[in-house]
């Protein structure tokens, strides 16, 4: 829709933009006559949330998060709405009122007060009570405001209209965070000043206890989870480290791990030393079977000496006490003894060896003596070799021994160790735990409550009125109404209300467009813009008569509509004159009205009226509708204008319009066209063998490019016969 279209739209239903307005705003400006006086406080509260300062802040890499600011304002808020708070507001308020005996500005107004006494009875007022104690009278009211039957304490918290209901305190109450800040800006507005003063004091101070009581009660259950598990992993790590220590005690061992390590390091040199003393001894060995065979073959003496091989057996048995002394550290003295007594056995095995050997020399020249000592020598180094392999191999033994049941033992130990490392693990983590929740806890102790930054004050003055503003939107609402109710009737309105609807509704162009000429003049743009208009349409027809040239002469001009009241008797003697204007014979055939028209003559114009008859539709010829002297005078005539009667009462001369050389519709602007109209129109362009032209009447702003006087300047003496009235009413 254009903006023309919008404006003309407007145009059309003024008086609905100005009836509805006036019409609701002065019905809200009537029921508001009786605005009542309000009086509004608000405060300011701190929370500290986002920039606070509290045990957290000191932690490395505390970062701000946003979404837990912006729930945490959320929670304040609901905590401040909620049912419970409001009504412990509604409560305290009304014990404190209820001992007052008389009304005072700053606690409650006279009106106040007189509709309290009006709806609590002095007996039940004097029974809630007790001087010096406000607590019994608050918990006589929540008693009775909880009561399952009726009373007036009751009744007064649950009326919406009651300063105490939480209802009125929630429907008055209004709370937001100032921008981004730590601040929360709560207001309140009340009737009575004092009464919306102690309202919010009472709003804010039930917020802080609330909320604050809320975040405690949150760590209580967490400390006291925690604890119980902190207890039982102590529990735990002690009982772990019980069976540890029973084990290490039981199997006299502190650590497996190092034990075993000790033990493989220790059996190394033991199995090294070994080695070491078997070569030892096999070289012993050898050597003194080389210094027997020698000493053999000197004599035979030596061999079968018993005391010899007795006291070599008794050295070697004192050999070996020695070294098992050493081996179990016997005492230094016990050494001695053993050391003398091998001393003493050797000087005697070396005195029989001396008696038994009495040559001093061997065959191989070496002295005797000298092959005694050697012998004796490797005899003892033999016999020492042979007790410490023996004891070495005692303790390799013991180890081997030993170590085959450490194999169990470690499992049982690491297991042991293991459990005992989980104990502690789960232990510490608990306790971490817990001094968390305990720092939480400490910090809303230090740090829960909010502060209040502004405190209400008590308003002296009453609000602005609100009488004019809700007057104008009272005017707003009509303005709305009549906006929908215009919409309305454009949506479902089927008349023709513009050129574009028309070409759009009717499927044709539009050929010329009228204005609405009330009276013509030169000076006047609707009549310039009408004549141009004809001049326009009589070049149209002329265009499409010499284009298609007719059966028949003169050719037949029909101009009809498919509803009556379209202005074809005004198009008819506008094209009539025009014709005539131009030196040409015009015959223009009606419908007739009544008896009184009849056939006359004027300006070269033959005003003929026919009568329709029930065979309308049968008509063949033009001449079937008029007198046998009308119909022959229509031969002298240049061109025939033929209106038919509106389409939508009577039918169609099917054989009239196809021996027409042109046929013209008129349609009036805001004419209904629906679909009988469609159908209509469709019918007769079936039946017409030739153009159809559509001429648009009474166009708002249709005079919009009408010519000038200069360039009309030459048509001007023709606007005679625009300018007189028509012979014959409208149709």
Known sequence: MTLQGLGRILKQHLIWFILFPCLTAGVVYYLTRNEAKVYKTKATVYTGITSGYSIHSAEAGSNVDYSAISNAFDNILTTLTSSQTLYNVGVDMLSQHLQLTKPTEQQLSAASFQQLQQAIPATLRQSLIRPGDPDYTRQRIDSLAHDKTDNPIKALLSNSKSFYSADYISSKLKAN?????????????????????????????ELNRRYTSLKRGET????????????????????????????????NVLNFEDELKTRSSTREALVGEYNTE???????????????????????VLKISTALTDKQAELTAAETQLINARTNGQPQAVLDQHQAK???????????????????????????MRLINEWLAKVLEFEESGARMEVIKKRLDDYQKESTGFTPLESEQRQLSRDMTVAEKDYLNLVQALNQANTHQQDIAIDGSMSILDPPAFPYSPQAPKRMFFTLLGAGVGFIIALLLTAIRVLMDKRINSLDEAERRIGSPVTALFPTVKKFAVKSKASRAAVSMFEQLGNAINIEIEQRPPTTYPPLITLFSIRSKQGKTWFAHGLARMYAEAGEHIAYCYPRLSETNQKFEQDGISFIPYDVPASFMNVRELDDLLSAEDAMSLSGFNKIILELPALVGSPIPLHLVNRSAVSLMTLTLHTLWGRRDKQLYNLYTKVAKHPVLIALNKVEGGDSDAPTLGDIEQGMVRTKRYAEPNEVTQR
Do not use: W
């Open 177 to 205: 965070r100032k921008n981004a800040s730590d601040m929360l800006e709560i207001e309140y507005e009340a009737g009575d000043p004092a009464v919306a003063q102690q309202t919010l004091t009472l709003a804010v101070n």
């Open 220 to 251: 209580n259950p967490v400390i006291k989870y925690y604890e119980d598990k902190t207890k039982e992993a102590k529990r735990l790590l002690d009982n772990a480290e019980s069976k540890l220590r029973a084990f290490n005690v039981q199997h």
């Open 342 to 368: 091998i001393k003493k056995l050797s000087d005697d095995l070396q005195q029989i060896a001396q008696n038994y050997y009495a040559a001093d020399n061997s065959t191989d020249a070496v002295p005797k």
């Open 278 to 300: 078997v070569m030892r001894n096999q070289a012993a060995k050898a050597a003194m079977n080389a210094l027997n065979q020698r000493m053999t073959q000197g004599g035979n």
